[in-house]
């Protein structure tokens, strides 16, 4: 019976999101080259991250598709009773909050390191203002150039323009 799945290929990419999520140092765009995180502007870690969140129930299949390949590529034998329920208990906590288990990776504390967070009042107002700022530039016809920290439309000036934005 043929799936029409290239099975070779859906491993392959269940060992990227695996490997990808359990680092925070690169970023990697589809058909683009990686990039360093630290390299990233403000709205492009925040795009990302949202990104990111918005999938989050699909990457974390992957993710364990992409667990359990890795280990088997290693020949390890820890399916033993502990680590068998310690691993279908992670695994169940996943499926059940697949956004605050993204929220916990590698990857997506290094994309919201250093961002406002909504704990303040002044967090709120930054955080409102960035994302205003990033929906824009993700949307602006003009600015299609990722290493372009802000869009230069007239459009875009008014959220530029507001004292105490971050970068």
Known sequence: MTTGIDLDQYRQQCLDIYRVL??????????TPRTLITEMTDTHRWNTARMLLRG????????????IY?????????????????????????????????????????LVDGLPQPTTRRGRRQLGRLAMRAHHWSTCP??????????????????????????
Do not use: V
Request: proline share 6%; aromatic share 12%; glycine share 4%.
């Open 142 to 167: 003009r600015n299609r150039d990722l290493r372009t920290p802000d869009c230069t439309c007239d459009l875009a000036r008014p959220l530029w323009a507001q004292d105490g934005d971050p970068k």
């Open 70 to 110: 890795a280990m088997s590529e290693r020949s390890l034998d820890l399916m033993g009773d502990h680590a068998q329920d310690a691993f279908d208990r992670e695994r169940q906590w996943r499926l059940e909050h697949p956004r605050e288990w993204l929220q916990q990776t590698l990857l997506y504390r290094a």
């Open 22 to 31: 359990n680092q925070g140092k690169w970023w990697f765009p589809r058909n």
């Open 56 to 67: 989050a129930k699909n990457h974390e299949w992957r993710y364990s598709f992409g667990e």
